[in-house]
């Protein structure tokens, strides 16, 4: 089956750029989407199909795809960025998380 | 805007059934471009793929729980629900109800119900 990698954790200072790692087997052929969740609440969709943001997610957050890596990145960190990123992926038929990364806003 | 929200029981005892419904607002269930899914998180642990329907009513499990997972759907009420059987403590987890935008060979989750807690103890 298919498998995603994400770090445990990623700091940030303040006002810098948050760069989030999401490992597969050439998963730059699949599209990723990504998903901000904050301490007790639902998962938020803030990229869709690589780089594509919906509607009401700043233009802070970012997405690249290519090789084995995508990647989120946010610009301009703000405290209210602190919260655990997901990304995911559809693999023959299934969907498919990755385990999660807990970004802090230093 | 389309808006979900679990109901079940917030315990179950181990050995048995966990029930839960989704029942959807604002939306049809009978959207064709839509997919509809349980999801799961353990407590201090991340997000897991549990199946979807569809609201012809073909399903498609996680390999994982396909022996114990049943979701179906009724299209009369917007609601579609869970069955996962033989439930263990291991099972106790916040459950989701979300709706994937399902594009080709593509899915997305860009609605979610706000979870419910679902513990399996004696």
């Known amino acids: 089956s298919y498998e995603l990698t994400q770090p445990l954790s990623v700091s940030v200072a303040l006002g810098q750029t948050a760069n989030i790692p999401c490992g597969g087997n050439?998963?730059?052929?699949?599209?990723v989407h990504w998903y901000q969740q904050k301490p007790g609440r639902a998962p938020v969709l803030v990229i869709f199909?690589?780089?594509n943001r919906p509607s009401g997610i700043p233009e802070r957050f970012s997405g690249s795809n290519s090789g084995n890596t995508a990647t989120l990145t946010i610009s301009r960190a703000q405290a209210m960025d602190e919260a655990d990123y997901y990304c995911?992926?559809?693999?023959?038929?299934?969907?498919?998380f990755g385990g999660g990364t807990k970004l802090t806003v230093l | 805007q389309v808006q979900l929200q679990e109901s079940g029981p917030g315990l179950v005892k181990p050995s048995e059934t966990l029930s839960l419904t989704c029942t959807v607002s604002?939306?049809?269930?009978?959207?064709?471009?839509?997919?509809w899914s349980w999801i799961r998180q353990p407590p201090g642990k991340g997000l897991e793929w549990i199946g979807y329907i569809y609201y012809t009513g073909s399903t498609n499990y996680n390999s994982s729980l396909k022996s114990r997972v049943t979701i179906s759907v009724d299209i009369s009420k917007n609601q579609f629900s869970l069955r996962l059987s033989s439930v263990s403590a291991a099972d106790t987890a916040v459950y989701y109800c979300a709706r994937a935008l399902f594009l080709g060979a593509d899915c997305s989750y860009d609605y979610w119900g706000q979870g419910t807690l679902v513990s399996v103890s004696s």
């Open positions: 604002g939306g049809s269930l009978s959207s064709g471009s839509y997919q």
């Open positions: 050439n998963i730059g052929s699949k599209n």
């Open positions: 995911q992926v559809w693999d023959s038929t299934t969907v498919v």
């Open positions: 199909r690589d780089r």
